[in-house]
């Protein structure tokens, strides 16, 4: 039998609630820091998305790692407000890093907050704790990645940025009503 691990895309509420119960998980909240000093799923920490894309280099995401407590064996929960728009750019960020224990919480804080479920303001107190770097170039597509694979009959281009953005910046080559 396989001693591998069975990592999940997206983690349902009662099992995060019972990985906090437990304090087996880091949980990410990615929505702007004024909101999470509101409220946020206990536990929590904040990374707002704009803070990680201002410089998204291995060596400064190495260090935001260390600082909210995430080893190479930590699991990961990151969720956003936006049915998990923002939350998989981080989740993207640590897989590129090499962290392969990481999902998305299948809601939004929105909900999560309408369910009643538990949440408060308070900030934890994080140990920082000391993460390696295992780049895995092979999740990266490059813009020569997509020059060359967008005549390609067996692959499949999905472009996920925000509608603004996609309409402003669509590359010249993709049908925009298809996408």
Avoid at 4 to 21: F, H, N
Avoid at 102 to 119: D, Q, Y
Avoid at 130 to 157: A, G
């Amino acid at each position: 039998m396989s001693q591998e691990k069975t990592i999940k895309t997206t983690t349902d509420i009662d099992s995060l609630r019972s990985e906090i119960r437990d304090k087996s998980v880091r949980v990410i909240d990615v929505r702007r820091e004024e909101d999470y000093k509101q409220s946020h799923i206990p536990t929590a920490v904040n990374l707002p998305l704009a803070n990680l894309l201002s410089d998204d280099s291995p060596e400064r995401v190495l260090k935001l790692v260390n600082a909210m407590g995430i080893g190479d064996e930590t699991r990961v929960v990151v969720y956003d407000d936006t049915f998990g728009a923002l939350a998989s750019r981080v989740a993207w960020t640590l897989e590129y890093l090499g962290h392969s224990d990481v999902s998305l919480l299948e809601t939004t804080f929105s909900k999560w907050k309408s369910l009643g479920l538990e949440n408060d303001d308070k900030i934890p107190e994080i140990q920082s704790k000391e993460h390696s770097i295992h780049l895995k170039p092979e999740i990266l597509s490059t813009s020569d990645y997509l020059e060359t694979s967008k005549d390609k009959p067996n692959v499949i281009l999905i472009d996920n940025r925000e509608r603004l953005n996609y309409l402003e910046q669509a590359y010249s080559w993709c049908n925009q009503s298809s996408i």
